[in-house]
């Protein structure tokens, strides 16, 4: 064929098959011309789709683009102003799916038989806090936890002032709430009264929770007292290890070289803790961290940094002392500080039921003490046996604390749930004093001898 050079191709052909090729005794030059044609015509028609499917590729990378470029912006201008917008989800912007489309899925729709529509839950719910916590605002992973690991996922938490008014729901640390509401509350908005201290503090910011404004006003309450709330929401929660972790707990127990700490801000509590210390102090040595102690600039705003390894390295007890005695009333200074190789001694909640929270012989509780006296012989005692001490980091180590995300995360569940389902939940509670104090949830100090 390089012969043919410039001669006309049917000539050239002409030559090529006298020089005896078999397909020309079989078909007529003439089909084997139009046969080329039809080739070469596929091969630019392959050629063109393929252009095609590359022109595709690059608009869809550049639609790709535009998406995370535009979800970029929603993520930054989300972290700029905390979250969040609920309404709509936003729709990303597609600039090829105008009308055609539109046309396309309509007459789609009307070839394909109706089938019953699946459930698509009709809106979402928006929750604002009205004064969210500084225990939560120094949390930020609890804080925007969102709600895609829930059930119903359809709810977004807004902080902001500015939606209140058009929120489905709003959050109120109760003891915080101010004079005035502040804002006109459309109807049917659920308002929660939540708490994380106990009602022995809800006196302490100017008491507006108890005022006739504030009455027939909540529908729901979120606490940490599982016998007395609608959402509850605890510290934090101690469960099982699936695998145990394995330590040398004897070398831990036996490098331990101080006696019992306590870290706290509050120095004048309702349990008088301050008291219960103060003549623990003269049976066993026990030093105090913090705003009531020797100063110390750890762990501020509840973050546990690295300060906290003394619990793991220096300590053999640490004092989780509660600042009052309320049911169910058991604080981050158990459930921040469980993980620690150091022994828990707790001082809280109702009579014995730090026994029936916490799994058996994992802590100790003052509870289990007629005297102060007979608890600092029992510490003393304990910080001489290698082997019991270590034992009880044994069975400790079998469980774990899930942390407060975990615990706020199923409180946010429980509540959107509730507003997905407002008819099997409605409540209105006609006095959240009666509901603070008429069970008698708190009692005072009885072991302070
Ligand atoms: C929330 O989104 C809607 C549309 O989805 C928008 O009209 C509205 O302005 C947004 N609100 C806020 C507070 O950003
Ligand atoms: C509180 O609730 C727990 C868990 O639901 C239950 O086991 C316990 O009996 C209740 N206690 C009281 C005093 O009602
Ligand atoms: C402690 O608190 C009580 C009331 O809660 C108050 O009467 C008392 O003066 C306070 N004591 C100190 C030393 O602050
Ligand atoms: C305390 O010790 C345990 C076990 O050695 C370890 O897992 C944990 O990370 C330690 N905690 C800190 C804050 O170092
Ligand atoms: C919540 O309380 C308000 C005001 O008392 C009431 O109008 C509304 O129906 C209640 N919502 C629910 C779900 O109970
Ligand atoms: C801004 C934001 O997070 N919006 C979310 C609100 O909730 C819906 C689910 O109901 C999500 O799709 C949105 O992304």
């Not at 030093?287 to 390295?313: A, M």
């Not at 005692?381 to 199923?410: E, M």
Request: proline residues 5%.
């Amino acid at each position: 064929m390089a012969s043919c050079g410039t001669r006309r191709f049917t000539s050239c052909l002409k030559r090529f098959c006298h020089r005896g090729i078999h397909i020309c005794d079989r078909y007529s030059l003439r089909t084997v011309f139009w046969s080329l044609i039809l080739l070469a015509t596929l091969g630019t028609m392959l050629i063109g789709a393929s252009l095609e499917n590359n022109t595709k590729m690059v608009i869809e990378q550049a639609q790709q683009s535009m998406f995370e470029l535009e979800n970029e912006f929603v993520k930054q201008s989300q972290e700029v102003k905390a979250p969040v917008n609920t309404s709509k989800p936003r729709q990303p912007f597609n600039p090829f799916d105008v009308p055609v489309n539109l046309k396309v899925n309509e007459e789609k729709e009307k070839e394909k038989p109706k089938e019953t529509p699946k459930y698509v839950p009709k809106k979402s719910y928006l929750i604002n806090w009205y004064n969210a916590p500084p225990y939560l605002r120094f949390r930020p992973d609890a804080m925007h936890c969102g709600f895609q690991k829930c059930k119903y996922k359809n709810c977004n938490v807004t902080f902001e002032r500015k939606d209140r008014a058009i929120s489905d729901a709003v959050l109120f640390d109760g003891r915080w709430v101010f004079e005035k509401v502040g804002f006109i509350r459309p109807p049917g908005q659920v308002w929660v009264f939540a708490a994380h201290e106990t009602p022995t503090t809800f006196e302490d910011l100017g008491g507006w929770w108890k005022k006739p404004q504030w009455r027939y006003g909540f529908n729901w309450t979120m606490t940490y007292d599982i016998n007395n709330t609608d959402i509850y929401l605890p510290y934090g929660e101690i469960r099982k290890r699936l695998k145990p972790v394995v330590r040398d707990f004897k070398k831990i127990a036996a490098l331990k070289t101080n006696g019992a700490l306590m870290i706290n801000s509050h120095c004048n509590t309702s349990s008088v803790r301050e008291k219960y210390v103060d003549i623990l102090k003269k049976h066993f040595p026990v030093n105090v961290l913090g705003k009531c102690g020797t100063p110390w600039n750890c762990g501020t705003h509840y973050i546990h940094d690295d300060c906290f390894n003394l619990l793991n390295t220096t300590y053999k007890f640490f004092l989780a002392f509660e600042n009052a005695f309320c049911n169910q009333y058991f604080s981050e200074k158990i459930y921040e500080n469980f993980d620690y190789d150091t022994v828990i001694v707790t001082r809280g909640g109702s009579y014995k039921e730090a026994k029936r929270i916490f799994p058996k012989g994992t802590v100790i509780s003052t509870d289990d003490f007629r005297t102060i006296e007979g608890l600092g012989k029992y510490l003393g005692k304990l910080a001489w046996s290698i082997n019991d001490y270590a034992d009880i980091l044994r069975r400790k180590s079998q469980y774990y604390s899930v942390g407060y995300t975990a615990v706020y995360q199923r409180a946010m569940c429980d509540l959107c749930e509730r507003m997905n389902n407002l008819d099997k939940y409605k409540k209105i509670i006609p006095d959240i004093v009666d509901w603070a104090y008429n069970k008698d949830p708190c009692r005072g100090p009885s072991d302070l001898v």
